[in-house]
């Protein structure tokens, strides 16, 4: 059994900085990719930024600059810092995680429960 935690959303004023964490527990042998989404009201699903095991990244176009991705592999856990927040980015964080449980496995898509983040004055 995997979980995944999150913590760190919450309210925030345009131009402020929040920073999200997730951890991955329980039965884990191996993690490639780790990653955030966003889920806006009305909008689907989005990618956010993802970061693989060798540390490779990506963003969305609309936060780079603002938002960084990082792992702590001993852990298990995925940071998203966001900085110069605006409205726009106010949605469901969700973060993705990438792993096997055992070494014959395929690789499986795990979910957090999501955090909302809300950018308001």
């Known amino acids: 059994q995997v979980q995944l935690v999150e913590s760190g959303g919450g309210l925030v004023q345009p131009g402020g900085s929040l920073r999200l964490s997730c951890a991955a527990s329980?039965?884990?042998?191996?993690?490639?990719?780790m990653g955030w989404y966003r889920q806006a009201p009305g909008k689907q699903r989005e990618l956010v930024a993802v970061?693989?095991?060798?540390?490779?990244?990506n963003y969305a176009d609309s936060v780079k600059g603002r938002f960084t991705i990082s792992r702590d592999n001993a852990k298990n856990t995925v940071y998203l810092q966001m900085n110069s927040l605006k409205p726009e980015d106010t949605a469901v964080y969700y973060c993705?995680?990438?792993?096997?449980?055992?070494?014959?496995?395929?690789?499986?898509?795990?979910w957090g429960q999501g955090t909302q983040v809300t950018v308001s004055s």
């Open positions: 993705n995680v990438d792993l096997k449980i055992r070494s014959g496995d395929n690789w499986y898509d795990y």
């Open positions: 329980g039965t884990i042998f191996s993690i490639y990719a």
């Open positions: 970061i693989t095991s060798g540390g490779t990244t």
